[in-house]
């Protein structure tokens, strides 16, 4: 079945530094891949996709992620952290074959540090 | 207007209640889905609604009834609800269903937080 990992319950970062959340899936057939953003009380963001063509996909906020198909991997990442990134952040998947599902990984909660 | 609006955002209800969660969106989006989310978790998926017909029930029970009304509006129906139902109801649209190189991601709404005494 379909899996999505992200390493790291928790991350903290100081503000500038760089933001680096990991992201991993199984599946032999690469999916659609997404990161969302979830703010405390809110409901989620969509900050950028993978679904074809360039594997450096920029999204909101300064964030971009990059597809890498030999780790099967989707890592977010952003130059500078800023205090107003705190959130948990989601990465998902949705296969090519499934009529639509989404399927989020567990989640990462990002802190930033002053 | 690019948003999908819940209400309520905050519900307290009875086991013996009977209320209802309202979704709308108006950005011409021919899916919609709702979530459950419990607290430190991701969304889990309930029903999702391609053109307003049901396309997937995720094995939910039949105390959460879904309705689409018209291509804007999702209702979530709940009736004889258990405390282990309190959670954070999302909503959620796209474009449409699909498989495409076009795919869609979602537009979420902020959620209605449900506590069932």
């Known amino acids: 079945a379909q899996s999505v990992t992200q390493l790291g319950s928790h991350v903290s970062v100081s503000e500038g530094a760089l933001v680096l959340l990991r992201c991993n899936y199984s599946?032999?057939?690469?999916?659609?891949l997404f990161w969302y953003v979830q703010y405390p009380n809110q409901g989620l963001q969509l900050l950028l996709k993978?679904?074809?063509?360039?594997?450096l996909v920029k999204g909101i906020n300064g964030f971009e992620a990059e597809f890498k198909k030999s780790e099967t991997s989707f890592h977010l990442t952003k130059p500078s952290a800023h205090m107003s990134d705190a959130a948990e952040y989601f990465c998902?998947?949705?296969?090519?074959?499934?009529?639509?599902?989404?399927?989020f990984g567990p989640g990462t909660s990002l802190s930033v540090i002053p | 207007d690019t948003e999908v609006t819940q209400t309520p955002k905050h519900l307290v209800m009875g086991m013996t209640n009977k209320k209802s969660l309202k979704c709308e969106q108006h950005?011409?989006?021919?899916?919609m889905y709702w979530y459950k989310q419990k607290a430190k978790k991701p969304p889990e998926l309930m029903f999702v609604?391609?053109?307003?017909?049901?396309?997937i029930n995720e094995s939910v029970p039949s105390r959460f009834s879904p309705e689409c009304p018209n291509s804007s509006l999702l209702n979530l129906h709940l009736h004889a609800l258990q405390p282990e139902d309190s959670a954070l109801y999302l909503c959620?649209?796209?474009?449409?269903?699909?498989?495409?190189?076009?795919?869609?991601?979602?537009?979420f709404g902020s959620g209605t937080r449900l506590t069932v005494v």
């Open positions: 959620a649209s796209s474009q449409a269903l699909g498989t495409g190189p076009g795919n869609y991601g979602y537009t």
């Open positions: 950005m011409g989006h021919r899916a």
């Open positions: 609604y391609s053109y307003e017909k049901l396309s």
């Open positions: 993978y679904t074809t063509g360039a594997t």
């Open positions: 599946s032999s057939v690469p999916p659609y």
């Open positions: 998902a998947v949705k296969m090519k074959t499934s009529y639509d599902k989404v399927i």
